[in-house]
């Protein structure tokens, strides 16, 4: 088989580059008979001449049953252990009206990190209720708008911010259900950036500290204490980090739970998806098992009532959705130190709008999107066209050698912290997001022009208006 020394190891020589593996693709995604891309039945060089490129394409079919599919699984599971799961979006993964309405329509409550993620969902006409509020620095003024809309649960997450949503809560004559986020010292294995329960990071407060905290929430009246929280990360394949954070979180709710009962338990989110042939997600029936199995042995042990149960997925949910398209602007076949050849195809986005290979290291895969070719597959580095030599936004890929100019090139599983994430570095203006269902494409985020960002300057009068 075929294969550039190059490539990396976990790479496999592909036996023709056209093939769209069903665990990385959006579940709508498909080659018509002449081989072009369709997504939910709309051609890429029909999204392309309407909307450009570059372009996110989400598949809201696909969007939605993973919504569903994932509440479907943890409430089966988690009712045959005698007790109710609430789904939270995590909506910074990707939010929009759009989104938040499906999330919502499908049963799922949404989770917002800032004042301005809750601004989205309550524009989307969110119950303020059905919303949970993170951060590790919520200024006084989200904290006052989130207790005044009447949000549902804030995790709290340092002992200051105690004070601050009791006195908000008060002067605003309401009781304030509010979490506590643990750090539960669970090394998740995943990039270190994407690590939330290290010792050596922001968020939470140490188990070791935690009943002394609890102690505090429950001292003051306008605050009532409903649970304890843990997310140890994100992008994370193996159970056994969950399942540990698990252990040690029930540990602390049977000891809090001498005192008061305590209701609720927040697992977090975290789940990880296939970005290439080679990931293997856990199928979210066999996530949901098995944390439901650990739950009900954890509980019988500690003889306590098994409590609802909280999860808040977000790249699970809208990850494999979307699909970037880019148009092919230059190609260079680079020698590498004499040995063999790397083709840098370089395409008209990048870590604008998706940072996260930049940022991360973080791997993609992509096809030829027009059309498909039986030319030999040839090693690729799909780059942006930042002044960065960082600027990557696959890494390593095999796409048909005889790949060129003005060729449509698709990325898969963009559809978390893609957009979330994407920034106008070298005043590259951010894409727009377009929804695709039963062959009908629309915007449901607008992409900025180059006015937009003009605008912005102080200094520059907006095109068509007078001082
Ligand atoms: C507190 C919290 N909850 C939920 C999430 C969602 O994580 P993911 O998108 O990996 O499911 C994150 C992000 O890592 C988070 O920080
Ligand atoms: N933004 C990260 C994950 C962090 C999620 C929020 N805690 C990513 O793209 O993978």
Not at 115 to 127: F, I, K, Q, S
Not at 328 to 341: F, M, R
Request: charged share 20%; aromatic share 6%.
């Amino acid at each position: 088989m075929f294969a550039n020394p190059l490539a990396p190891e976990w790479l496999e020589a592909p036996a023709e580059a056209n093939s769209l593996p069903s665990t990385v693709w959006s579940r709508n995604s498909a080659r018509t008979e002449s081989g072009e891309l369709a997504i939910a039945g709309v051609t890429v060089t029909a999204l392309v001449r309407d909307f450009g490129t570059p372009v996110y394409v989400i598949d809201e079919a696909d969007a939605i049953a993973r919504a569903t599919d994932i509440a479907a699984a943890f409430e089966s599971e988690f009712a045959r252990i005698g007790t109710t799961v609430k789904v939270y979006y995590a909506a910074k993964a990707f939010l929009c009206t759009e989104v938040a309405r499906w999330m919502t329509a499908a049963g799922l409550n949404i989770d917002v990190a800032s004042a301005g993620e809750m601004a989205v969902a309550l524009a989307a006409g969110v119950d303020a209720s059905r919303l949970g509020f993170h951060g590790n620095n919520k200024s006084l003024s989200e904290i006052d708008r989130a207790v005044c809309a009447g949000i549902g649960p804030i995790v709290i997450d340092s002992v200051v911010e105690i004070g601050r949503v009791a006195e908000a809560a008060a002067r605003h004559g309401r009781t304030q259900r509010v979490r506590l986020r643990i750090n539960s010292g669970v090394h998740a294995s995943t990039h270190e950036y994407l690590a939330t329960a290290r010792e050596d990071q922001k968020f939470g407060v140490p188990l070791a500290e935690a009943e002394a905290v609890v102690a505090q929430i429950r001292s003051h009246s306008s605050l009532e204490f409903v649970g304890i929280h843990s997310h140890i990360g994100s992008q994370i394949f193996d159970t056994a980090g969950f399942a540990e954070a698990a252990r040690r979180l029930l540990e602390l709710h049977a000891r809090l739970s001498v005192d008061a009962p305590v209701p609720e338990l927040n697992l977090g989110g975290g789940f990880g998806i296939a970005y290439t042939s080679v990931d293997r997600a856990l199928p979210v029936a066999e996530l949901a098992a098995s944390l439901a199995s650990i739950v009900e042995a954890e509980c019988t042990r500690l003889g306590i009532v098994v409590p609802v149960i909280a999860i808040e997925p977000g790249r699970s949910i809208i990850g494999p959705s979307t699909t970037t398209l880019y148009t092919v602007g230059t190609i260079k076949d680079v020698l590498v130190d004499g040995e063999a050849v790397r083709k840098y195809v370089s395409v008209d986005g990048g870590m604008s709008d998706n940072l996260r290979t930049a940022l991360y290291g973080a791997d993609y895969s992509a096809r030829l999107a027009n059309r498909t070719s039986e030319a030999d597959p040839a090693l690729v580095r799909i780059a942006g066209k930042h002044c960065e030599a960082g600027d990557i936004v696959v890494r390593a890929e095999y796409l048909p050698g005889d790949v060129e100019l003005g060729d449509l090139i698709a990325v898969p599983a963009t559809g978390a912290y893609g957009w979330a994430m994407s920034n106008n570095y070298n005043y590259l203006a951010r894409p727009p997001v377009v929804a695709v269902r039963d062959g009908h494409a629309r915007v449901i985020v607008r992409g900025e022009t180059e006015d937009d960002l003009l605008r912005r300057d102080a200094g520059i009068t907006p095109l068509g208006e007078s001082e």
